[in-house]
């Protein structure tokens, strides 16, 4: 079993031709230099990028040898070729089935076992194990129309479509949404998870590496949804105890109701911003549907045409 | 070999390999799968079919049920269904629909032996008794209304109004349905067609009796002994 | 008096909807008018509008089909164009048109497009198929293509009186609940799908019963041909599928309309219920769309390949395993909504399991293929091309089974890939592929070769180019559904999508130029004998198209591929059997309940969008009366005179003599002879 994301590109790589691994040695090569999922920043999407391989080579296994046969016997028992055997009455063949059946079943087995392991060591609700000296961040993620609010209870800090994270060290998401359905994905730090309104759910990522990382929802969720992307910023630690220093000193402003609640009207393709003083009640008080959930269009007015307040 | 050689030798399909329990396909031909008559009468058919649909009605009501059963807690602190059911009623509901069902099979019977006279009045007392149990029910939703469960007030509440209503508007269905069938009887007679509509109206009528009986037992009694 | 409907919902301020509205409105009076004008009327009423004729119901649902797959296609052009454009630009769909085009093409392709399609086809060939006159319930089949019909026209009245739905191709709330979407779109896809729903619930009904009920004498189970199996799974599945569709949405109607909570924000509402609940229904609706065409390519395989389908018992199985586990796995469309590591890892290894059984049908199409003389007439070229590409679907959808695999490529651009592979290969391919296989025996004529391969190759070749990007650029992370987006390692893939979806554009005008070209050039594509393809099963003893009756006599069946045993007991004697005691046959009367019944239910269905309550209660008392009228009819059935049934069979009849008489010789040329691939046995 290859070690590493690129052990397992090379292995896969040299298997051979088939159109499948040739995307995913194009798609890998690319995203070699380009950030995707193939080219984790972090130990969870590293997991999960291994996972996503190594199912891809075994399945490879099967599926190109089988689209080789297809091929290869399409075209040797074409009609116009008198040197095939043509067989009318091969229709059944008690071997043969037991092979064709038992295949795919071994390889499903196979696949159920890695499914089974992977998805209890990689369920999203599970803490990444740290050897980091410091304790986990902890992060409290509102989805809204349409930004992402990240909110640091510990700091008292909250800031809009960036959040600054320690590298090398696990962040505990807690995750919720204000209105509707939104999947909280950054594709080079490791899975996503959904964020619903009166529901709690949790994610643990970390970023091995300072840098940016491209965040976004995966779920559409109204007229605003493209410019729901924002940023991963994994900075050293000294460099985070910086930022919430100069983030608590700024002048800008502050995350109590009244903060949140013009938060909550629609906006779109909001720029970064930061919260000098966060309530550290607020997400519970979200989660607990003790807070009105973010407004609709128009509310009470219906009619054709609508469109969403501030969005070109 | 010539092409009418080839043809003429015996051809391995020739003794069918998929003949059922039959794995090397020799001894007669004769297999004991359905369909070996060719297509079954009308009769057949229309119950076939309206039992598929009744199947097709009890999954929507699965749906119901399942929703109902989720949204049990869902009360968003307002009242809860063991505060205002109304056992009486529920009970009183229930025997109209047993009376009824009851009365449906009589009209049945009558109809079987061609007796215009006893099919419309069972079939008009069916009726009734579905009425009543429409009234009934409807007198139940105003109370629940007017003390204070809207199915606007809360996720249980939709689901309660959902899936009982969902079983009283099948009911006035059936009711508008059974007209017809009074209707249709008197002006035409037992006819084969009209018979065979009958047979699914019983059917219909009879399931209505069933999913209540689900309905009462998951929503009113294991509500209650929440 | 008109609810919420006023003049503001004709969208004079945006020319896009407007010029492609009046555009179809145009085409639409003009067809209506050439109709009128020149005295067709009465024809297409009496012989197509009220038929109950199981055939002509199935050619009017895959023209359907065929018309709303170019609208949809429409869609998937903006779709990819906005998209090629709109890199740190804004495009030219602002966001509000973008989102209805994305939830248009994705309900009209599944709704409108594929069903109708495969149902289409599964109409015209089942009854012929099993050796039966007709379906279980004429009218009901009647019924069920126009009320699909109505869902169509009300999808497409959204274009020009109001808009279309912004939340999905399925309506996930709390977004497309009233508070986030007040607008009428949603209320015109929820009633579209539930007026439609019915219709395809009927078919379900109709066909269970026909292909349990109602075969040929001597046609047990195990001597159906594949395709009714097929058949048989997706109809069992449509049966325990839509009421599911029917009772969520009804559950999102009553949330909108009467202020319920099912799955509101507030009150208690649960939005994962209707995930779980809609999916419940919407993986056994891949499964509906994908198991006829795997059908439809069991029949065309076996045909062309000049063998039997190699493994029948297996592919049974497999098929009837295919249906009972597809409701097993639906939680695999959500494993991120956080179910936990125990769920999503039972649900995975179920999705994973539901590849084998297809994975046997792949080999056993190969097994038929093997040892086989193989005509690569178009129909074939689809159903390789069909093997090919959804082997690299199914791979994919296995990928995505893994939960943690999942987690990454959720909702992105590699999950768009993976269906549209198993979709356009399956569903798509296999109705190409069933189209050109039966448009012979519907119409009497074959089509075009030439165009037919070329459109097959560019639909190949489009496929590839548009998806393979699309693959690569959901593993660099692009997500479904974005109107713009500023990350520029995806821009040139986006870009190739765009390129491929051009050469797909190719393909389609080459279909359309097959329909032309064949319907011009029809008398020199001739089927004369009924059998063009040295076909296997029943339906081609018929001739082409088949008399209303279907067969003189119904056959009498003793063995699996019934009609292949027919022609090589009458090639080997160089006869055909003794003509049979022709007695007169009873039909069911057309009638124009489906059509009337549908044109209530597209009042109450418009009503009901725009409020217009006094306009509900109209129409649902005229579908009453319209019932009831129905109902009320004295003679159901017409008789055709014994002597007409010996005329039309024995017109067949001397084809088939015909066509023998040179069949002897034919078949010494053939098995001394080299055979040149297009060559169809049975033309002069």
């Known amino acids: ?230 940023t991963v910023r994994a900075v050293t630690h000294d460099d985070f105890q910086h930022w919430v220093a100069a983030t608590q000193q700024q002048s800008g402003p502050v995350l109590d109701r009244n903060g949140y609640f013009d938060l909550l009207r629609e906006s779109c393709n909001v720029q970064p911003f930061t919260y000098r003083n966060a309530d550290p009640s607020l997400f519970a008080a979200v989660v607990r549907d003790q807070l009105p959930s973010g407004p609709g269009p128009y509310v009470g007015r219906a009619g054709p045409g609508v469109r969403p307040i501030g969005c070109g | 070999m010539s092409a009418t050689e080839v043809l003429r030798t015996p051809h391995p399909l020739d003794f069918d390999p998929y003949k059922v329990g039959h794995g090397e396909g020799g001894g007669h031909d004769y297999v004991t799968g359905h369909g070996e008559g060719g297509p079954a009468s009308k009769r057949v058919i229309v119950g076939y079919g309206f039992w598929l649909f009744l199947l097709s009605d009890i999954i929507l009501f699965s749906c119901l049920f399942a929703s109902h059963a989720v949204l049990q807690t869902a009360t968003a602190g307002g009242p809860t269904g063991p505060q205002l059911f109304d056992p009486m009623s529920v009970a009183l509901e229930t025997a109209c629909l ?129 | 008096m008109f609810g919420k409907l006023t003049l503001n919902a004709i969208p004079f301020d945006q020319p896009i909807p407007l010029v492609a509205g009046a555009f179809v409105f145009l085409v639409l009076i003009a067809v209506i008018a050439w109709v009128i004008v020149r005295g067709h009327l009465p024809y297409l009423w009496h012989e197509w509008i009220t038929s109950v004729d199981h055939k002509r119901i199935g050619v009017m649902y895959t023209l359907l089909g065929l018309v709303m797959l170019v609208r949809g296609f429409i869609d998937a052009l903006m779709m990819r164009s906005q998209q090629a454009l709109a890199f740190n630009a804004p495009g030219y769909l602002p966001p509000e048109h973008y989102d209805q085009v ?208 190699f493994g ?69 070229l689809w159903a390789l091309g069909f093997t090919v590409t959804f082997v690299i679907g199914g791979m994919t959808g296995v990928l995505l089974s893994v939960p943690p695999a999942d987690f990454l490529v959720h909702n992105s651009m590699f999950l768009v890939a993976h269906f549209h592979n198993v979709i356009i290969a399956g569903t798509l391919f296999g109705a190409f592929a069933g189209i050109t296989y039966w448009f012979p025996k519907a119409f009497g004529f074959r089509l075009h070769e030439g165009w037919g391969k070329a459109g097959f190759w560019l639909s190949f070749a489009g496929f590839y180019i548009t998806f393979v990007p699309l693959y690569a650029v959901g593993l660099l992370g692009m997500t479904r559904r974005l109107q713009t987006y500023d990350v520029p390692e995806w821009r040139p893939w986006v870009l190739a999508a765009g390129v491929g979806v051009l050469v797909l554009c190719g393909a389609l005008f080459c279909q359309v130029m097959q329909f032309i070209v064949s319907i011009r050039q029809r008398e020199s594509l001739r089927d004369e004998t009924g059998d063009p393809w040295n076909g296997r099963s029943l339906e081609w003893s018929t001739a082409s198209p088949p008399p209303a009756f279907n067969y003189a006599v119904l056959p009498n069946v003793q063995g699996g591929e019934p009609y292949w045993q027919i022609k090589r007991r009458a090639i080997e004697s160089q006869q055909l059997t003794a003509e049979p005691d022709y ?82 010789a034919r078949e010494e040329w053939l098995a001394t002879h080299a055979h040149p691939s297009a060559q169809p046995v049975g033309q002069a």
């Open chain 3, 102 to 309: 994305f939830s248009a093409h994705g309900t009209i392709m599944i709704f409108f497009a594929a069903m109708p399609l495969m149902i289409g086809l599964m109409n015209f060939a089942v009854p012929l198929q099993l050796g039966v006159r007709d379906v279980a319930f004429p009218t009901f089949n009647s019924t069920s293509f126009w009320l699909t019909a109505t869902g169509a026209l009300l999808v497409n009245l959204s274009l020009v009186i109001g808009e279309f739905s912004r939340a999905m191709w399925l309506p996930y709330p709390p977004l497309s609940e009233y508070r986030y979407s007040p607008d009428v779109g949603v209320d015109y896809y929820l009633w579209a799908l539930q007026i439609a729903g019915v219709g395809t619930l009927l078919t379900g009904i109709n066909f269970v019963t026909t292909i349990l009920k109602i075969r040929a004498p001597g046609m047990s189970y195990l001597r159906m041909p594949v395709f009714c199996w097929t058949a048989l799974a997706a109809n069992l599945l449509i049966i325990a599928a839509f009421p599911v569709l029917t009772a969520t949405l009804g559950m999102l109607l009553l949330d909108r309309y009467l202020g319920f909570h099912f799955f509101t924000n507030s009150g208690g509402g649960n939005m994962m219920m209707f995930v779980n609940l809609i999916w419940a229904w919407g993986h056994p609706e891949v499964y509906i769309l994908v198991l006829p065409a795997f059908g439809i390519f069991s029949e065309v395989i076996a045909t062309f390949s000049g063998k039997p389908l």
């Open chain 1, 1 to 230: 079993m290859p070690k590493s994301v690129a052990d397992a590109r090379d292995k896969i790589c040299s298997l051979g031709v088939g159109r499948a691994l040739v995307v995913v040695c194009a798609a890998a090569a690319l995203g070699g230099c380009s950030g995707g999922i193939l080219q984790p920043q972090g130990p969870v999407g590293a997991a999960g990028a291994k996972i996503l391989l190594n199912a891809v080579g075994i399945m490879s296994v099967i599926v190109v040898p089988t689209i080789v046969a297809l091929l290869v016997i399409g075209f040797w028992f074409r009609a116009s070729n008198t040197r095939a055997r043509y067989q009318p009455s091969f229709v059944y063949s008690g071997r043969l089935e037991i092979i064709v059946w038992s295949i795919p079943i071994l390889v499903i087995m196979f696949l159920g076992g890695l499914t089974w392991i992977g998805s209890h060591q990689l369920d999203p609700f599970v803490p990444i194990a740290s050897n980091a000296k410091d304790p986990p961040l902890e992060v409290q993620v509102v989805s809204l129309d349409w930004k992402w609010l990240f909110i640091y209870p510990q700091q008292r800090i909250a800031s809009v479509n960036e959040v600054v994270v320690p590298a090398d060290t696990p962040v505990h998401f807690f995750l919720t949404s204000a209105t509707v359905m939104n999947q909280f994905f950054v594709p080079q730090l490791g899975s996503m998870i959904a964020t619903m309104h009166g529901m709690q759910t949790q994610l643990w990522l970390a970023a091995d590496h300072p840098g940016d990382y491209y965040g976004l929802s995966a779920q559409f969720s109204g007229d605003g949804f493209s410019g729901m992307h924002f």
């Open chain 3, 312 to 380: 029948y018992r297996s592919m049974v199985l497999a098929t009837m395993a295919i249906c009972l586990i597809s409701f097993l796995v639906w939680l695999h469309h959500f494993f991120t909504m956080g179910a936990g590591g125990n769920v999503n890892a039972v649900f995975g290894i179920a999705t994973a399991i539901i590849a084998v059984p297809t994975g046997v049908k792949i080999f056993n199409w190969m097994f038929t293929m093997y040892g086989g003389r193989i005509r690569y007439d178009t129909p074939m």
């Open chain 3, 583 to 664: 007695k007169p046959i009873e039909l069911p009367r057309n009638s124009p309940t489906g059509f009337i019944t549908a044109f209530f239910c597209t009042i109450t269905g418009f009503a009901l969008i725009w409020h217009i309550w006094w306009l509900v209660g109209l129409g649902l008392f005229g579908a009453y009366v319209v019932f009831v009228w129905f109902a009320w009819r004295d003679r159901e059935e017409y008789v055709i005179p014994a002597e007409e049934v010996a005329r039309a069979d024995r017109a067949r009849r001397r084809a088939r003599e015909e066509w023998l008489a040179q069949d002897a």
């Open chain 2, 98 to 226: 047993l009376i009824s069902s009851f009365l449906c099979g009589l009209s049945a019977v009558a109809a079987g032996v061609r007796n215009q006279l006893w099919t419309q009045v069972f079939l008009f007392f069916t009726g009734i008794f579905g009425l009543a149990f429409l009234l009934l029910e409807v007198r139940d939703f105003t109370s629940l209304v007017a003390r204070g469960a809207s199915p606007q007030v809360s996720a249980f509440w939709s689901s309660f109004f959902a899936v009982v209503g969902c079983h009283g508007c099948h009911v006035t269905v059936g009711l508008l349905w059974l007209g017809t069938m009074m209707a249709q009887v008197y002006f035409k007679g037992f006819r084969p067609n009209v018979m065979r509509r009958l047979v699914c109206f019983n059917l219909f009528w009879h399931m209505l009796d069933l999913i209540w009986v689900a309905l009462f037992t998951i929503v009113y009694l294991i509500g209650e002994g929440r």
